[in-house]
């Protein structure tokens, strides 16, 4: 099964599509943490913190290699979930070209509760956890691995307002285009995490 998940930052795919890995027994493809696991004293790992830095996408044909590269590996037979990706249309052009996703979940969520989630999130450095400042009651590491909790750079409220502008201008139009190639299901993913799973399992065991 070729999942593609769709929706703004903050939306709350890369919480469900742990969860789908899980149930379903596919690889999670996140391209934003394929990025932040490169080192920052490498040519890709400048490119990203210059990009991400300012709220704005890697250009195409550099998260195209990346994809191609993750997608040839042995774990990806059987399908995969893909995480932030493809986010421009010439990315979903290319990756329909030769791949196709059976379906594209569309996570909708307003762009109040999105502004929240994002400027309120803090992330566990070492396990990439999701932490929000509103449950975090004071603590400064992750009740999961002990790692320390950061907000991340691009959680910033400046970077975050310019993400979602971003995601309106570059990523939205992929909602009409995936809704064209016939495998659209959108979802409101404003409620809370299991309901919105609950969803997603209904419609993956109904392909
Ligand atoms: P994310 O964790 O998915 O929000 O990604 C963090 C950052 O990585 C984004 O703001 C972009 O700079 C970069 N990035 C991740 N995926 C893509 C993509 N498919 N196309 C372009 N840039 C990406």
Redesign the pocket.
């Known amino acids: 099964m070729r999942i593609v998940l769709l929706g703004a930052?903050g939306a709350g795919?890369?919480s469900q599509a742990k969860k789908i890995a899980e149930k379903y027994g596919l690889p999670h493809i996140?391209?934003?943490?394929i990025?932040?696991s490169l080192r920052p004293d490498t040519e890709l790992g400048r490119i990203?913190a210059e990009?991400?830095a300012k709220?704005?996408?890697?250009?195409?044909e550099i998260?195209l290699k990346i994809?191609e590269e993750r997608l040839e590996k042995d774990d990806c037979k059987n399908g995969f979930i893909m995480?932030?990706?493809?986010?421009?249309i010439p990315?979903a052009e290319a990756f329909e070209r030769d791949i196709h996703a059976d379906v594209a979940l569309n996570f909708q969520v307003d762009y109040g509760i999105l502004m929240d989630r994002l400027t309120g999130r803090w992330t566990c450095k070492k396990c990439g956890a999701p932490y929000h400042v509103s449950t975090m009651n004071g603590i400064t590491v992750c009740s999961k691995c002990g790692g320390e909790l950061i907000q991340r750079e691009?959680d910033k409220a400046e970077t975050v307002a310019k993400?979602l502008q971003?995601y309106d201008s570059q990523t939205k139009p992929l909602i009409e285009f995936y809704e064209k190639v016939g495998v659209l299901k959108t979802l409101d993913a404003s409620k809370p995490i299991d309901e919105v799973f609950e969803k997603i399992v209904q419609i993956l065991d109904n392909l």
């Open positions: 930052p795919k890369g996140s391209t934003g943490d990025f932040r990203f990009y991400s709220g704005q996408l890697v250009p195409d998260v994809v995480d932030g990706f493809p986010r421009t990315q691009d993400r971003v």
